[in-house]
């Protein structure tokens, strides 16, 4: 099984930067992708941004411009960098893992982390 911790959640004013970070640990297929999806109250879990296998990069409309992810330091990390935060990306942030290569739906993930709460206030 693959484990999945996120970090870097917090409570910040509109207009603000946070940096989230995920590290992946465990048996880690060589197809493996992973990216980052968030979830409000009364709200369907989105994909907000992926790296899938071969490098190729997605955003959700509603985050592109604003948010930037990239591979962290580590091997199989990955970070979230989002700026000019907005009171509608509150939300609970949770890293995603995908064994076949593609991390863009929810049936496309096989592993999540427990979450990161990010607050926006206006």
């Known amino acids: 099984a693959v484990r999945l911790v996120e970090s870097g959640g917090g409570s910040v004013q509109a207009g603000g930067s946070l940096k989230l970070s995920c590290v992946a640990s465990g048996y880690i297929y060589r197809t493996f992708a992973m990216g980052w999806f968030r979830q409000s109250p009364g709200l369907e879990r989105e994909m907000i941004a992926a790296i899938h296998f071969g490098g190729a990069i997605q955003y959700a409309p509603s985050v592109k411009g604003r948010f930037t992810i990239s591979q962290g330091n580590a091997d199989n990390s990955l970070d979230l960098q989002m700026n000019s935060l907005k009171p509608e990306d509150t939300a609970m942030y949770y890293c995603?893992?995908?064994?076949?290569?593609?991390?863009?739906?929810?049936?496309?993930?096989?592993?999540w982390g427990h979450g990161t709460q990010v607050t926006v206030s206006s």
């Open positions: 995603a893992g995908c064994d076949a290569g593609r991390c863009d739906t929810i049936p496309s993930v096989n592993y």
